[in-house]
């Protein structure tokens, strides 16, 4: 297996699961386009790993998780290749959310524009009690680009969505919380250990199982409720092909602990 090794990413695997953080502190771990290309092909790789069932995205050093995409690297973009750009992070976005296995935000410190649209492009987000969210772009004179106005209307309605947008202010953790874009907030120094805890928790569920909740909620997400339910329905049905349902349904019958396996035959 490929080496996870890169410049701009640190990761590190323990216990099937795999933190990934961001790191360039010194930018406040802006995106710049080799980091973006770094991210891609991590979880990618990650992806392919049947070892691995939950991946982490957190920012290295004191201040941020993502002050968001690279200004200094957008500075002189054309139209077209802003376009590109958008499209590239946006792609990211969706494959973030495609992925088989839970990818969860824990977010340290400043997440900002392209920060807060990682954070919600991921399934869940925990956050210290000094991360902040926001998408700052207005300021800047330009508007989100990697989803942000959609995902953040859909995580906390479309007038707040608007406010943020329009205004650019910054919330904090407990703010986010509030609004319902954040799970959990934890003291700064409990962050990485409250999203393992919860990673290794779904780790511990049948694989088949938790891909066909993930993917029933995102495919169900910007569905009508009836096609939304048979797409449920369909995932269901999966989960009685895998001998993971035998096992669970044995084991409580039994009145013991399931053994997963997370195999199909
Ligand atoms: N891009 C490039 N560099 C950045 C950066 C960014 N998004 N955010 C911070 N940095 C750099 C700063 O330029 C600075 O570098 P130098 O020391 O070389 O000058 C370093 O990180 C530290 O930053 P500050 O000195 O500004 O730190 P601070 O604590 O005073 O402020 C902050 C922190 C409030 C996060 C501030 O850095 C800030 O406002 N950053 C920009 C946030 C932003 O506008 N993000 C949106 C980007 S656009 C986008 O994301 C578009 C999209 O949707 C794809």
């Known amino acids: 297996m490929k080496e996870l090794s890169y410049e701009n990413l640190i990761v590190e695997i ?23 290309e770094e991210l891609v092909d991590c979880l990618q790789t990650l992806e392919a ?5 939950a991946v982490i995205l957190t920012g290295a ?13 957008m500075a002189e973009f ?14 990211l976005m969706h494959f973030i959310e495609d992925m088989s296995k839970p990818v969860i935000a824990a977010v340290n410190g400043f997440a900002l524009g392209g920060g807060t649209e990682i954070a919600l492009a991921c399934d869940f987000i925990y956050a210290s009690e000094k991360a902040w969210f926001g998408q ?12 942000g106005t959609q995902r953040l209307s859909r995580a906390c309605g479309k007038a707040r969505a608007i406010e943020l947008c329009l205004t650019g202010d910054r919330i904090k953790a407990e703010e986010a919380l509030r609004l319902g874009l954040v799970n959990r907030v934890v003291p700064h120094e409990e962050l ?7 990673a290794r928790k779904i780790a511990s569920k049948g694989a088949v199982s938790v891909r066909a909740a993930k993917r ?17 329905r369909d995932a269901f049905a999966l989960c009685f092909a895998a ?21 199909l035959e």
């Open 14 to 36: 323990d216990e099937k699961v795999a933190v990934v953080s961001f790191n360039r502190p010194k930018a406040l771990n802006a995106l710049n386009p080799p980091m973006l």
């Open 216 to 232: 029933a909620v995102h495919a169900g997400f910007d569905t009508d409720l009836r096609n939304a339910c048979r797409i449920e």
């Open 49 to 53: 790993k049947e070892d691995i069932r």
């Open 61 to 73: 050093g004191e201040k941020a998780f993502v002050a968001g995409a690279d200004i200094k690297a």
């Open 192 to 198: 990485l250990d409250a999203a393992k805890a919860v």
């Open 243 to 263: 001998k993971d349902q035998k096992e669970g349904m044995a084991a409580f019958m039994e009145k013991r602990e399931p053994n997963f396996t997370d195999s």
């Open 78 to 91: 054309t139209p077209l290749d802003a376009k590109k750009f958008s499209g590239y992070g946006q792609h």
């Open 136 to 147: 700052p772009e207005i300021n800047l004179g330009v508007i989100p680009g990697f989803g």
